[in-house]
């Protein structure tokens, strides 16, 4: 099974993608800025994580969670 992490403030974005990857049967993941996604990603393991780039903390929290992650 595979697991991603959606990390996107516009709740409405990640709802109308998510009804396409639902025939996946993927388990999908759903936060709304950066941090809390840090705190989901260092508690369970994901096969992908999709984030965008312009949503809180600050105005490129994408950016800033993919450099904690790579820091991690």
């Keep these: 099974m595979i697991r991603i992490l959606w990390a996107d403030d516009q709740i409405d974005v990640t709802k109308s993608f ?37 949503m809180p903390p600050g105005h490129w929290g994408g950016l800033w969670l993919l450099e904690q992650l790579k820091a991690r």
């Design 18 to 54: 998510s009804t396409v990857l639902a025939p996946t049967g993927a388990l999908i993941d759903f936060c709304s800025d950066g941090e809390q996604a840090l705190d989901k990603a260092s508690k369970q393991q994901y096969d992908l994580i999709l984030t965008d780039l312009a």
